[in-house]
T-cell receptor
């Protein structure tokens, strides 16, 4: 049962344009969402997060939008740079009873390619 | 290097052997998490440990897998009697607290079972 879904396995954009990566989730208990970036043969690198009490969080070129009613979040990268080419994972955790909100549930990832 | 360290980076084992994966968390972090990534999949939570305590091992297979985080030294993920299905990338992460704290990942150990 895939609770976090990234339906686009890959995305290709031109340098300087906007990259939009999407993520859907099914577990309404999820209340904290994170985006990680991963290069081949490396571990995931934390990019940006958002709590369910917000609908937007911005950090430099990266903005995450959360639509709780649609159970959807997206990561916007603008302007995109060739160095942004990597696999991007969406992850979520929930504030369920017992405080198990350390347990991240990951999507399968989207491979972003930014062409010069 | 103050990041999360994992070793070895690559490990090859024959079926039936034991695999030991090590993780040293970031300096100042006392919370360690292990995740497994199978080919074409996302990372899946395995276990959460604090020093000398297993907090949550709900993602660990019931048999052959164990984890520890001793008072001194790295966290160890141990897989006994490995099978081909254990071939995967194993990532360790650490954080400074429990809950909504960012988890910082190590480079992973790629286990290949032949």
């Amino acid at each position: 049962d895939q609770q976090v879904k990234q339906n686009s396995p890959s995305l290709s954009v031109q340098e300087g344009r906007i990259s939009i990566l999407n993520c859907d989730y099914t577990n309404s208990m999820f209340d904290y969402f994170l985006w990680y970036k991963k290069y081949p043969a490396e571990g995931p690198t934390f990019l940006i997060s958002i709590s369910s009490i917000k609908d937007k969080n911005e950090d430099g070129r990266f903005t995450v939008f959360l639509n709780k009613s649609a159970k959807h979040l997206s990561l916007h990268i603008v302007p995109s740079q060739p160095g942004d080419s990597a696999v991007y994972f969406c992850a979520a955790s929930d504030e369920s009873s017992g405080g198990s909100n350390y347990k991240l549930t990951f999507g399968k990832g989207t491979l972003l390619t930014v062409n010069p | 290097n103050a990041g999360v360290m994992q070793n070895p980076r690559h490990l090859v084992r024959r079926r039936g052997q034991e695999a030991r994966l090590r993780c040293s968390p970031m300096k100042g972090h006392s919370h360690v998490y292990w995740y497994r990534q199978l080919p074409e999949e996302g990372l899946k939570f395995m276990v959460y440990l604090q020093k000398e305590n297993i907090i949550d091992e709900s993602g660990m297979p019931k048999e052959r897998f164990s984890a520890e985080f001793p008072k001194e030294g790295p966290s160890i993920l141990r897989i006994q009697q490995v099978v081909r299905g254990d071939s995967a990338a194993y990532f360790c992460a650490s954080s400074s607290g429990q809950g909504n704290y960012e988890q910082y990942f190590g480079p992973g150990t790629r286990l290949t079972v032949t």
